[in-house]
């Protein structure tokens, strides 16, 4: 006790603080002689007089030495005032370890004084509650009314009378509780005041105790109920205090009846943990995006696990607890989810980072999901926060995929080739080899790897419903490509070929037929089969699912409906690029360089008009329409192995698009029908060879049904034009056999399988005719 008056009363300015030495350099810095030994002390005591007045003034106190000093001096007194601090600091160190065991001795006298007077002060309260219940005890009525010599003796039976087992409890209620709370036995603490509560209600039911008594041990445990409160509440905010000794106190705080804050400071106690966890985590510039994600996502999720069990164990399931729970829970994630996209989203999603970006997407729904596992729901946060990043990683891929397929169409030769990666199949003829290593063009294997790249980045994200904006993006991307494939054509019309995107992009012409076929192998193959087995990672549905879909075929693959509809929309694409392709080539059998055509009703109305006995074969735009056809069949018989009726389907199309521009030609029927000249024997002859013609060579390869039914309706027209000339048709039309034999002949020769009755034609010549001697004999045979 000496000890711990002494270190309080010593006064702050004790000059045993400050080192003799540096004192007297202060001396000597003030300007000071100062001499050396006792003198010395003395001066220095002197001289350390002002420094301990009350009114001691800094300030005015360097500037009364300093003002006559000049630059040098004023110097020279600081050094010497910084070697006293660290003179003073070296000795005050020195004096502390010197004094550590007096000081801890002091403190624990202290603190044992402390408690000694918090006993007496306890002590002083129950004599105090004692007296006021006793006084207001006794039953003043009897002694006023009684005969004074009975009241003494009241008095002195009171006085005389032993307390009860319930006063003393009573009495000595509140020093047990002081020793529980004092040595932290919280359990203990909380059986003793529900004790005393339990004894305060049977006193008062039964009236053992006075209503001070009750009083007094009420107040007494509502007092030591806040306090132990407190206790608790300062315990729980304690860095230290983790795990069990946190559960311990949120259970004691809600036992004593303040669930609220008992709940309140368990959240508070897992974020002051998180916030001092996450403090370790720095994202750099160097730092790969996954792993600070990853490390941040541990760190907020598994704190937030924690809190939810330690909020179920001590709480339940109550609602109120569990709303503010779920409240906390969200804004942590709305912070972990604003730092994720501060640090590594937002550079992602500017550089078209989308596996980056997926990659941490899912990382944190991975979290997410084992929340989800226990009844917290958090993925609807992360996914609001993410999803505009995602949505312009998303744009930005879709920008680079379309950039690069244009900068390589660009450059294209526009020859089939396999994979450069893969291995070249040893069975050309296998479909389900050539299916996985397709021949395309340079342009369309890099646009179908950047896509299949492109779904396998998007695959993840279908929780944030960026599926359909990947399909849209691709689908538009891939419009554009049609247009640049129709660019390619050298008789692409510029306002339908530049309609938008990478049409107007430069790209090289496909000058041969085989190039040309080649742009619609290009789009066709992507369009039926490539991108929709890219879409499939698209697909919703489970494994098992996907699994029986194997099982049933590859065509199954397309039963989802939202893909059937996806894959309708490319192959109107491409059959946009195929009926352009019809289109050019059908205007290039038609029409000559300088604008003349082929096909015109002069070529049959003028057969009337000559002497010569008309050749008799089919018009050479027929011939040539055949001959077309015949070639690229045999092109499209190796391009579009597996694909087959794509092939026929683009042979059909070009025969309908030569037909329908006869049938709809206003000005060849005008003149066929009325005039100046009318159609005549010869003429109807040769049209209707010409239609024949086509029907037979046409017929289950190159004529649809439509088409074939189209081509009737012209024969009939023709007929009817005729007729109205007066003349029956049927009597000037040789027989079917007639028309059958001619063109059998002419079609044997076109491919190859005839003999020429002329040597100087080529037998493989595309407008090779049959010997006008040949062909009389063949009209002498059908008149006959």
């Not at 219940?133 to 009975?150: A, H, K, M, R």
């Not at 004691?252 to 985590?281: E, F, V, W, Y």
């Not at 070529?603 to 002497?611: K, R």
Request: some cysteine; hydrophobic content about 40%; glycine content about 6%.
């Amino acid at each position: 006790m000496a000890s711990a008056k002494s270190s309080r009363s010593r006064p702050a300015g004790h000059s045993g603080v400050f080192p003799v030495g540096s004192a007297a350099a202060v001396g000597s810095g003030g300007g000071g002689g100062g001499g050396g030994g006792g003198d010395g002390g003395v001066q220095l005591a002197d001289k350390l007089k002002i420094f301990k007045t009350d009114n001691f003034d800094p300030d005015a106190y360097v500037q009364s030495k300093c003002r006559t000093m000049n630059e040098k001096e004023i110097r020279h007194l600081c050094s010497y005032l910084q070697d006293l601090k660290k003179a003073s600091a070296e000795e005050m160190r020195r004096s502390v370890y010197a004094n550590y065991a007096s000081f801890i001795r002091t403190s624990k006298e202290i603190s044992d004084l402390e408690g000694e007077l918090l006993s007496i002060r306890n002590l002083l309260n129950t004599q105090a509650a004692l007296i006021h219940g006793l006084s207001e005890g006794v039953q003043i009525d009897s002694l006023t009314s009684g005969p004074e010599g009975s009241a003494e003796d009241d008095i002195s039976n009171v006085e005389d009378q032993e307390p009860s087992e319930i006063q003393k409890w009573s009495a000595d209620f509140p020093d047990m509780l002081d020793v529980l709370l004092a040595e932290r036995r919280v359990d203990e603490a909380l059986d003793a005041l529900d004790e005393a509560e339990r004894v305060a209600v049977d006193a008062k039911r039964k009236q053992t105790l006075t209503a001070a008594e009750v009083s007094a041990l009420g107040r007494s445990v509502s007092d030591n109920r806040q306090r132990l409160a407190d206790q608790l509440a300062e315990a729980a905010c304690q860095s230290s205090t983790r795990g069990i000794e946190l559960r311990a106190a949120a259970s004691a705080l809600k036992r004593l009846g303040d669930g609220p804050r008992a709940h309140s400071l368990l959240l508070s106690a897992h974020d002051q943990r998180l916030q001092c966890n996450m403090q370790t985590i720095h994202p750099s510039s160097t730092s790969y995006g996954g792993a600070y994600t990853a490390a941040l996502a541990q760190q907020v999720f598994s704190v937030i696990a924690q809190a939810l069990s330690d909020s179920v164990d001590v709480f339940g399931d109550e609602s109120c607890y569990a709303s503010e729970l779920v409240t906390w829970a969200t804004k942590q994630v709305m912070s972990f989810a604003l730092l994720v996209k501060r640090h590594v989203l937002s550079s992602c999603a500017a550089a078209g980072g989308l596996r980056t970006a997926a990659e941490c997407v899912q990382i944190s729904l991975g979290h997410c999901s084992l929340l989800e596992a226990r009844g917290l729901s958090l993925s609807s946060v992360l996914l609001k926060q993410f999803k505009p990043s995602l949505e312009q990683a998303l744009d930005a891929n879709l920008r680079r995929i379309e950039e690069s397929t244009a900068a390589l169409a660009a450059a294209d030769n526009w020859i089939l080739t396999y994979p450069s990666t893969g291995i070249r199949p040893l069975a050309r003829s296998s479909a389900a080899n050539l299916a996985l290593q397709p021949k395309l063009s340079n342009s369309a294997h890099r646009f179908n790897s950047m896509v299949q790249d492109f779904f396998e980045d998007v695959a993840p994200l279908l929780s944030l419903q960026l599926g359909g904006s990947a399909m849209d993006g691709i689908t538009q991307i891939f419009n554009s490509y049609v247009n640049l494939l129709i660019s390619a054509l050298p008789g692409s019309i510029d306002d339908e070929a530049n309609l938008d995107g990478l049409g107007n992009k430069i790209v090289r012409m496909a000058e041969t037929e085989e190039q040309q076929l080649a742009l619609l192998a290009n789009a066709s193959l992507l369009a039926e089969e490539l991108l929709p087995r890219a879409a499939m990672k698209l697909s919703s549905i489970n494994q098992s699912s996907m699994d029986d879909l194997r099982k049933r075929g590859t065509d199954k693959q397309n039963r989802v409906p939202e893909q059937r509809e996806w894959k309708r929309k490319l192959q109107r694409m491409v059959d946009r690029l195929r009926d352009s392709f019809c289109r050019q080539h059908a205007l290039e059998l038609i029409f000559t360089d300088e604008g003349d055509t082929h096909l015109s009703a002069e070529m049959y109305i003028n057969m009337d008009n000559t002497v010569e006995e008309p050749e008799w074969v089919p018009s050479p735009i027929f011939q040539e329409l055949y001959a077309k056809l015949n070639r690229m069949a045999s092109i499209a018989a190796e391009m579009f192995v597996g694909r087959e009726r794509f092939a026929t389907l683009l042979m059909m199309r070009l025969t309908e698009t030569v037909i329908l521009w006869l049938s709809e030609d206003q000005a060849f029927w005008e003149e066929i029908e009325q005039g100046p000249k009318p159609l005549g024997p010869l003429g109807l002859q040769q049209f209707y060879l010409d239609m024949q013609f086509v029907i037979i060579f046409g017929q289950g390869r190159f004529l649809s049904r439509h088409v074939h039914q189209v081509i009737l309706d012209i024969i009939d027209r023709a007929m009817a034009a005729f007729s109205a000339t007066g003349m029956n048709p049927d009597s000037v039309l040789p027989g079917d056999d007639w028309f059958m034999d001619v063109t059998q002949e002419v079609v044997s020769m076109i491919s190859g399988k005839g003999r020429a009755a002329n040597g100087d034609r080529e037998v493989n010549s595309p407008t090779a005719s049959i010997s006008a001697h040949s062909m009389s004999s063949f009209k002498s045979h059908g008149s006959s």
